[in-house]
């Protein structure tokens, strides 16, 4: 399955599924993006990382492209499981008063069915 | 794991009262930051902090107010709690230009 993280915010897929999750950052000056994952009642905790001199970065079962041209960020699931239900946020690091600040786009709920 | 600490979980609290949000962490990041989050919602930076004795206002505009005496602590309190405050609080801290680490966030009800 595939969602726009903006514009669709519920993605529901099934187990065993590949899950792709989209975000459109604002700032064509940001050079670090993130992605956290949130569970339940619990605080966003990190996926995994890019910077914007690399277009892709893979890790245990996921994937980030970053497209600096349309300033678009994808996450790659491989095999979701049931324990990848959850919301998914994009951030990008923004540059203000000399530093940058991680900076939250509106999340992607992820929801896998058995 | 991150070594950062919010306390309490949960409170339900009557309108009125003063409340103070503690947030810790020992990873010694100098940066530091509070988001506001509704249900379903994205996080919304309320303040910051480069440092010690440095705090900034952040994009959402909050009644609440920070304090950076040591490096591993940043309080967050309100002075009056109404009912429009009751959210999610969630603190975070970075070295600078890396991942944010986030504790596991204070559930606000005010009533």
């Known amino acids: 399955g595939e969602s726009v993280g903006l514009h669709l915010p519920t993605l529901s897929v099934q187990e065993g599924d590949n899950s792709i999750i989209n975000c459109a950052y604002s700032?064509?000056?940001?050079?670090?993006f993130i992605w956290y994952k949130q569970e339940s009642g619990k605080g966003p905790q990190f996926i995994i990382d890019?910077?914007?001199?690399?277009d892709k970065r893979q890790g245990q079962r996921v994937t980030v492209l970053l497209n600096k041209t349309v300033k678009h960020l994808s996450l790659q699931i491989a095999a979701t499981q049931p324990g990848d239900s959850a919301v998914y946020f994009c951030?990008?690091?923004?540059?203000?008063?000399?530093?940058?600040?991680?900076?939250f786009g509106r999340g992607t709920s992820l929801i896998v069915h058995p | 794991e991150a070594d950062i600490y919010q306390t309490p979980r949960y409170l339900v609290i009557g309108t009125g009262k003063k409340i103070t949000l503690e947030c810790s962490q020992t990873?010694?990041?100098?940066?530091m930051y509070w988001y506001q989050q509704d249900p379903g919602m994205e996080l919304h930076l309320i303040h910051y902090?480069?440092?010690?004795?440095?705090?900034e206002k952040g994009d959402l505009s909050s009644e609440s107010t920070v304090s950076r005496i040591r490096t591993e602590h940043f309080p967050l309190t309100l002075e009056s709690a109404r009912p429009s405050h009751t959210s999610q609080y969630l603190c975070?801290?970075?070295?600078?230009?890396?991942?944010?680490?986030f504790g596991q966030g204070t559930r606000l009800t005010v009533v």
């Open positions: 990873m010694g990041h100098d940066k």
């Open positions: 902090s480069y440092g010690v004795n440095s705090t």
């Open positions: 951030a990008e690091n923004i540059h203000r008063g000399g530093s940058y600040i991680p900076t």
């Open positions: 890019i910077r914007s001199n690399m």
């Open positions: 975070a801290s970075s070295e600078p230009g890396q991942r944010a680490f």
């Open positions: 700032n064509s000056a940001s050079d670090y």
